[in-house]
């Protein structure tokens, strides 16, 4: 019986890595010819772009340094990321129930999504006496917008035969809002985080640039680097960048594929 289910399992195993190959196999060729490329362009053209043993140097070398400015990049994206969801979820069921609320915010959002926040830094900064808050708020501002825009859609985007079932029931507003609008949101919702939690990262390194503060992030290692004119540094921060990009992203996979197993949106990720 055994040696049964070994045979029986074998085969799937196998069909099994084959899928992880054929999905995985195109895109480490192409990385691995990036980096071929990179390391050919970078040992001919030095003050171009260093090598990839200089970048990874500079982060062995200074671990504590890096660690440090990463966790304070990743406080500012988390903090700016989460209160403007909070805001912007909370704006939406509003704007979902109460027509005149989308009509009073939402011209106001679409001015402050095209407005530059870069311009904004400077003067957030002196109003808040050059605190962390100018990069919370520079974080949460460049995220607001896909976040209120997905969320009203998302609470939206209910089946009409869903919600005649919940009146025939007499159904409150708040028990349709947490059974069936929330619910029916969260495809929205992560597409939502899909974009945002990479682009809370981009923010907080937009307002290390523009905002000064009393403490290092990966952005103020990009800056010093750039004014000693010191290029494995500017990268190796660049490369630390890309992988909480990457595990924002990696992140908000899983948690999808668990949260909306239910839902055609999560199993077609399976």
């Not at 912007?88 to 402050?112: D, G, K, N, W």
């Not at 919940?166 to 929330?182: D, G, K, N």
């Not at 307002?207 to 009393?214: D, K, P, V």
Request: hydrophobic share 55%; glycine share 6%; net charge positive.
């Amino acid at each position: 019986m055994t040696n049964l289910r070994r045979t029986t399992h074998a085969p799937r195993r196998r069909r099994r890595a084959a899928r992880l190959v054929a999905r995985w196999a195109p895109a480490a060729v192409l990385l691995g010819l990036l980096v071929l490329a990179w390391q050919l362009v970078a040992l001919h053209n030095a003050y171009l772009i260093p090598r990839i043993g200089a970048i990874w140097s500079q982060i062995v070398d200074h671990p504590r340094e890096f660690l440090d400015a990463a966790g304070v990049t990743l406080e500012e994206s988390g903090v700016g990321l989460g209160a403007s969801f909070v805001i912007a979820f909370s704006l939406a069921i509003a704007m979902s129930h109460i027509p005149v609320v989308e009509r009073a915010v939402m011209p106001l959002a679409v001015i402050l999504n095209v407005t530059p926040v870069v311009s904004l830094a400077p003067g957030l900064a002196v109003a808040f006496s050059f605190t962390m808050t100018p990069r919370y708020l520079v974080t949460g501002i460049i995220v607001f917008f896909p976040l209120l825009v997905n969320s009203l859609v998302g609470l939206r985007s209910i089946d009409p035969g869903a919600l005649q079932y919940f009146q025939t029931l007499h159904a409150s507003r708040l028990e349709v809002l947490l059974h069936l609008r929330i619910p029916s949101s969260l495809p929205f919702l992560f597409a939502a985080a899909r974009i945002c939690f990479p682009l809370s990262v981009i923010g907080a390194v937009v307002s290390e640039f523009s905002t000064a503060g009393t403490a290092s992030g990966l952005g103020s290692l990009i800056e010093v680097g750039f004014q000693e004119n010191y290029l494995p540094q500017i990268y190796a921060a660049i490369f630390c960048l890309s992988l909480l990009g990457l595990a924002f992203t990696l992140l908000v996979t899983l948690v999808e594929r668990r949260v909306l197993s239910w839902h055609p949106a999560g199993s077609a990720r399976r």
